[in-house]
């Protein structure tokens, strides 16, 4: 019988790992939450000396090898009534009931070659039945972590679902409707709901994800069920997480209601092994030492001796100790398939999620872990654009044929519905323009995913606003304005707040060799410096190949407020109060022709063509004294004939 449940067993468990998609992948309380996993290994690294980490599982704990399924020893089987009939859908209404319970055939006394333990791996000559549960009912308080969903399936006609959370337990239901997540495939929750429940009664947890609708009922989106029973008796302890070290305050303060001290101490005593012995900063188990720090800072942040750091370290190497040793489950967040009844098999989405338990005739447990999601902080983005050079010019004067561009910038942040431009720098005939033009950009930033947090309603007629999250970057670009066509795109600049190169410090040192990824190139967060001035190249991709080619120059300053501080002292956009900026020394040639045509007249007579002017003058002077002087030649000659 035994090895029967063994072969059902590993088959299950093997149909159960060609759904997996990865391997475990460690996290920390931070990134996890917020919720974004860090991309590159030195960012995880930055986290490993001071943030407490926890595994995220790619799957439900069921399906971790080292967890056996938590039915190393309590199996379940359906009870039918009747007799098979072959049909799936008969066979299943035939199930009445569950039985929870282990089969075991026992040689008294055992082979001399067999070594065998009981079903909970105990000695088999000190009690067959040792460390089975009693069977009076448990009163168990059973905390929900909800962090995360990924992957829902639609549930709206836009592409989009409004999902929300309901908890069930026997009886008991709790409705998170009025938290909704507005169209969001993979909305983040961070919710945490406490229910009681009482083994054997109240035994499987259903967390489920339905669709919020504004008129008819809702939709279930997908449910996952989870055999709280099958955890709590598990040999491998899947009611409280086992945390990396032990702490008395803060965010990974210590929460399950026994110490380390008294766990190790009842397990020590459940497996019939020797230990725990402490002394001298080791710990003494089964012939076997261990040896880890034994201070930790207390409530006042002064530090004292304790055991519990000894007593944690064997707990994470419980799997070592002979015949009783197996993984214990250690502080997680799993992810569970999510499955509509009506589609059996077919995966709706994911659920990222843990699951603590807690006697009730135990201390009560500390406050729930914040697992709430972050809130954006506000800022105040304030660019100066001071002044451009270099810039291409691309048009032809309407008067003289020269070359020569009406330069001006524009940027955002946010997108397109943010766009801020600065005035016209007409008739540059050098590629240089002068603008003293600020553009000012309010966003709401969320520091550890690193990403600005939009919200908006998509349409005229949407209920709510939908909240995205995109990069923070800011681009800019240099256009040239056309009033009687299209204006021509010049060239672009994007900026990454977080990961951009420091400006140069002159226009000659401002080269495309700047934009290089390669870290030959210096770069700098403006959420650190806050306030940075430089010149950057504006790029275009060359009409002959994919290359990009420098288009210009800016010179930009970049200040970055928190939102109090800006409130405090406020600027202007443009050149506007308060906080108002000089007007720019623009040459005299920066006019436009038609709406300045005494201003073009006298461009083109004193400047462009000031010298064959003087020449046209020069000679229709001489031209006029020719003319008078053989005009008046004749009848000054007779006169001087007849007077004489």
């Known amino acids: 019988m035994e090895k029967e449940l063994q072969r059902i067993e590993k088959k299950d468990h093997d149909d159960k790992k060609m759904t997996l998609k990865g391997v475990v992948k460690a996290a920390t309380f931070v990134s996890k939450f917020s919720p974004k996993m860090p991309k590159k290994e030195k960012e995880e690294s930055k986290y490993s000396s001071t943030t407490a980490q926890l595994k995220v599982y790619p799957h439900e704990l069921e399906a971790c090898p080292e967890f056996e399924g938590f039915t190393e020893w309590l199996h379940t089987f359906d009870l039918y009534r009747g007799k098979k009939t072959g049909d799936e859908a008969d066979d299943e209404s035939r199930t009445v009931g569950k039985f929870k319970g282990s089969l075991k055939i026992y040689q008294i006394p055992l082979p001399p070659d067999i070594e065998d333990t009981t079903i909970t791996g105990g000695d088999p000559s000190l009690g067959l039945f040792q460390g089975l549960p009693g069977n009076d009912p448990i009163h168990v308080l059973v905390r929900v972590y909800v962090v995360k969903a990924n992957d829902l399936h639609p549930a709206d006609i836009n592409g989009k679902a409004d999902p929300y959370i309901v908890i069930k337990c026997g009886k008991t239901s709790i409705n998170d409707k009025d938290n909704y997540v507005s169209k969001q495939l993979n909305p983040v929750f961070g919710k945490c709901f406490d229910i009681e429940a009482t083994f054997p009664m109240n035994s499987v947890l259903t967390a489920q994800i339905y669709d919020w609708d504004l008129v008819g009922s809702d939709d279930l989106i997908g449910e996952t069920k989870i055999d709280l029973e099958n955890r709590y008796y598990s040999r491998h302890r ?9 702490e008395l305050q803060g965010y990974n303060a210590w929460r399950d209601p026994m110490k380390p001290t008294q766990i190790l101490a009842k397990l020590c005593k459940d497996g019939k092994v020797d230990g725990p012995h402490y002394g001298g900063g080791k710990v003494k188990i089964d012939n076997r030492m261990f040896t880890a720090p034994t201070e930790v800072d207390d409530d006042l942040g002064n530090r004292k001796t304790t055991d519990e750091h000894l ?10 100790i002979p015949k009783v040793g197996c993984r214990l489950v250690t502080e997680h967040v799993e992810t569970r398939p999510l499955y509509h009844p009506e589609k059996p098999g077919i995966e709706q989405g994911k659920l990222e999620m843990w699951v603590d338990m807690f006697p009730m005739d135990m201390p009560a447990p500390g406050p729930p872990v914040e697992v709430s999601p972050r809130k954006p902080k506000s800022y105040e983005l304030r660019c100066i654009i001071w002044n451009t050079d270099e810039v291409v010019m691309e048009d032809d004067d309407f008067f003289t044929g020269e070359k020569m561009s009406d330069i001006y910038v524009k940027g955002w942040l946010k997108g397109p519905e943010d766009v801020q431009s600065t005035d016209i720098h007409y008739r540059s005939l050098t590629g240089e323009g002068n603008f003293n033009w600020r553009f000012i950009y309010p966003f709401d930033y969320l520091v550890a995913e690193e990403k600005i ?21 800011l681009d800019m670009q240099v256009w040239d304005a056309d009033h009687f066509s299209a204006d021509d795109f010049l060239g672009s600049l994007t900026l990454d707040l977080n990961h951009f190169p420091r400006g140069a410090k002159s226009a000659k040192l401002c080269t495309l060799d700047m934009l290089k990824t390669d870290g030959s190139v210096p770069h ?62 623009r040459p005299d040639t920066s006019f436009i022709w038609f709406l300045n045509p005494l201003k073009s007249f006298r461009y ?16 229709l002077l001489l031209a006029a004294i020719l003319v008078l ?14 007077a004489a």
């Open 453 to 473: 947090v939009i919200s908006r309603k998509e349409t005229l007629f949407s209920w709510d606003e939908t909240e995205t999250k995109i990069p923070a970057r």
């Open 238 to 246: 899947a009611t409280c997480g086992l945390a990396k070290t032990y």
């Open 311 to 320: 007593a944690l370290t064997v707990l994470h190497h419980w799997h070592e």
């Open 524 to 585: 700098m967060s403006l959420f650190k410096h806050k306030r940075v001035k430089g010149w950057w190249p504006f790029t275009a991709k060359s009409e002959n190949s994919d290359e990009h080619e420098l288009t210009g120059k800016v010179e930009a300053e970049l200040h970055l407020l928190a939102l109090d501080e800006a409130e405090k002292h406020p600027a202007g956009l443009g050149r506007s109060e308060p906080d108002p900026l000089e007007k720019p020394n």
């Open 604 to 619: 083109l007579l004193c400047t462009r063509y000031k010298w064959l002017v003087i020449k046209l003058l020069i000679v």
């Open 629 to 642: 002087f053989f005009y008046a030649m004749p009848g000054y000659t007779v006169k001087k004939i007849f």
